[in-house]
């Protein structure tokens, strides 16, 4: 079972949590369309490590940014997510 370290609850099972999008794949209304196709359609596919926006739904509802290894699950962070941080 793998367990996510909430900042605000602590370690917690992942099936409290849901796996929204990478940061890189966020858009914003106010973006080029040009911006919005690439970041939905040709953002990277890293084979290490990415940055995924998650929502501690059975919790505190909160949203976290984990850093998390692709292949291997491995997390290296979990942070709060400040939408104006950037990616
Ligand atoms: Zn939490």
Do not use: K
């Not at 917690?12 to 890189?24: G, H, I, M, S, V």
């Amino acid at each position: 079972m793998m367990l996510i370290d909430c900042p605000y609850c602590g370690e917690r099972a992942q099936a409290e949590f849901t796996y929204e999008r990478t940061l890189d794949s966020i858009v914003s209304l106010d973006m080029p369309v040009e911006e919005v196709l690439a970041r939905l359609f040709s953002r990277a596919n890293p084979r290490g490590e990415d940055r995924e926006l998650w929502r501690h739904t059975f919790g505190c509802r909160q949203w976290l940014v984990l850093r998390r290894h692709r292949r291997t699950h491995a997390i290296a962070a979990v942070d709060p997510y400040a939408p104006d941080d950037p990616e």
